[in-house]
């Protein structure tokens, strides 16, 4: 299989690898946005590789991860997730606008990789939430989205089930699906395996195959202070018992996880897919990161803004005295993107440019030092030239008894389910 992008292949690519939505949005762009199931095939095609997934949080991250996708020739995932970018959104860049930024900008830098547009933790916490979904799921395909992850792990075991079951005819077939289960809170409320084949075993009874899972394997959201990270031994076990199920892993919270920690979920485990979030967000704006992604306090515990690097000195002073007067921790910096953006937007060129350099080259680092995803854009563009259509259809069909899956089934079954939801408390992104 060659490593090089044939401008022929691209082309029929184009032609018939972009979802319906996609089509119909944009019917004169040469960006290859497409369906987030082929970006997992293309990892599983190369073995032990992962695409990164970088939160959108501001338009120089989203220019910067492209850059560096189409430098290492790889796949990517732009996403936002529902506390980001949802009704309620701390970041300028959401749901419904997303992919209009990525295609415009493939369309600008001659972006020629195949890009999945995900619609990140959406998040299912109560009937309401249900009732909302309905409306809102299919409002955010309607405006790009190709691929999202139904999260209602912050539910008890069946009710989670249950409300994927419920959503899912609201999701396009083609779609690339994402699950959860067991919310992300670090080492509290570990996932199991009983857990994860209670979910997956369901949804196959259902005919609902997803791509990913999402575990509670150790790391968390955001900023991380503790040492502890990813369980890889924990997501191995889990992993293998969904095998059967041909279900990839999902890994969320990669910032606070060294680089050899996170070669290691790739190298041991059936992770495709790797949030990178609030490393980006950080690293646009110019403070000093450690390997990790995580941003270095100095001795007074504030961030530390490398000179000349992200966005000016005077504009991160700014952005600091706003913080300070709303009593912002440091955690809470990223609410700070919807306030900032177009003040960030109307900096120089040369200051705009260095804020996406910065993000293109950990990304790049990311994707080919340590995530193994380097050359897998020509992959993925084979793939939907085999295919000839934007839907390769799951990856395995039905192994269970529908019979054994019945809602009042579930119900019974959930409550019997070993696992420990962990501490209480709100664990948004």
Known sequence: MSNTMDLKSF????????????????PNSRALIVSGKFIDRAMLAKGNAI???ANGRNYFVIRGALLAAHKANSCLIIEIAKSEGGVNAYCSVNYWNMARIVDSLCNELNITIPVAIHADHYGIKSDKDIATA??????????????????????????????????????????GLETEVGEIKGKSGLSTKEEALFLVQGLNAHNIFPEWIALNNGTTHGIEAASE?????????IHNALTPYEVSGAQHGTSGNSSDRLREIAAKTRTTKANVATALQMISWGLEVNDYGNAILDPA???????????????WARIVA???ANNLKKGDYKKLNIVFENHLLCQPKDVRERMSARVEDF??????????AKDTAPIAIQQICEANTFDPGPKVGRIEDPARWSRDKILEKGPAIAGDKGAAGNFDD
Do not use: C
């Not at 069946?158 to 077939?173: C, D, G, K, R, V």
């Not at 515990?301 to 000016?312: H, L, R």
């Not at 990304?363 to 193994?372: E, P, S, T």
């Open 11 to 26: 082309d029929k690519a184009l032609k018939v690898g972009r979802p319906p939505n996609i089509q119909s949005l944009f």
């Open 229 to 237: 990270g990813i369980q890889v031994d924990l997501t191995a076990q």
């Open 51 to 53: 695409s990164i997934a």
């Open 301 to 315: 515990g504030e961030f530390i803004k490398v000179k000349d690097k992200g966005t000016t000195e005077e504009m």
């Open 134 to 175: 309905k409306i809102e799921i299919p409002s955010i395909f309607d405006a790009g989205i190709t691929s999202i992850a139904v999260d209602a792990s912050h539910l008890p075991d069946a009710q989670n089930l249950l409300a994927n079951i419920e959503l899912n005819s609201f999701i396009p077939t083609w779609a």
């Open 363 to 372: 990304v790049y680092g990311m994707l080919v030092n340590v995530f193994n």
């Open 322 to 324: 706003y913080a300070n």
